[in-house]
């Protein structure tokens, strides 16, 4: 099981003309926890898939198969974050994970396209010296997602497992809200009584 995160997040393909790597693909969407999978103009039958996706992801997660980039729609606040090698891609270790986010993944040969590109919010690239398959690529991501945002023991200094427990989580005192006259009630303040008795000698 993985650690539980604050926010969510869907993994999906574009372009892509395997379904082995679509299922693949899903495969570790439904390892890291993904809320969701997509596929934006893509050859994908389910049956050629589940040969390698044997975890059945889609029997497990939401699907969402869209025609073209135009069609595709996101949750409100979500961030698509793209992977590609472009001049102003975000190198990985350099990039802080939007708390909710779909990331996508192009054709091994074309790439993302450019109009999947324009959509993106954000575009990073893994610092490698060559392109890799894109089931280790998702893996590689989400699994960045996972160390990054998660909470986790705090790595020794030397080589090994940990040293020092996880810190407790520590949550605030109950809260509870007040009615509207038990709200307004310290804003109130006793009546100038001396003003009004001098007022009304002159009156």
């Known amino acids: 099981m993985t650690t539980a995160l604050r926010g969510y997040f869907g993994l999906g393909v574009e372009g892509v003309s395997k379904p082995y790597n679509v299922g693949n693909v899903f495969r570790t969407a439904h390892a890291f926890g993904a809320s969701f999978v997509f596929t934006v103009a893509a050859n994908y039958r389910q049956e050629e898939g589940a040969k390698v996706d044997t975890s059945d992801a889609l029997a497990s997660l939401p699907f969402y198969r869209f025609g073209e980039v135009d069609d595709m729609m996101l949750p409100k606040g979500c961030k698509l974050v793209g992977l590609e ?119």
């Open 85 to 203: 090698i472009v001049p102003d891609s975000i190198e990985l270790p350099s990039f802080r994970h939007p708390s909710c986010a779909a990331y996508v993944l192009g054709a091994e040969r074309h790439g993302l396209s450019p109009a999947m590109l324009a959509r993106c919010d954000h575009v990073v690239k893994i610092p490698m010296r060559f392109s890799i398959n894109l089931g280790m690529a998702g893996a590689i991501v989400l699994y960045d997602r996972l160390i990054t945002v998660g909470r986790f023991a705090p790595r020794p200094v030397r080589s090994g497992g940990p040293t020092e427990a996880l810190d407790t989580p520590v949550h605030g005192g109950p809260f509870f809200r007040a009615s509207g006259a038990a709200h307004l009630e310290r804003w109130r303040t006793a009546p100038p009584l001396n003003e009004v008795a001098e007022a009304r000698e002159k009156d």
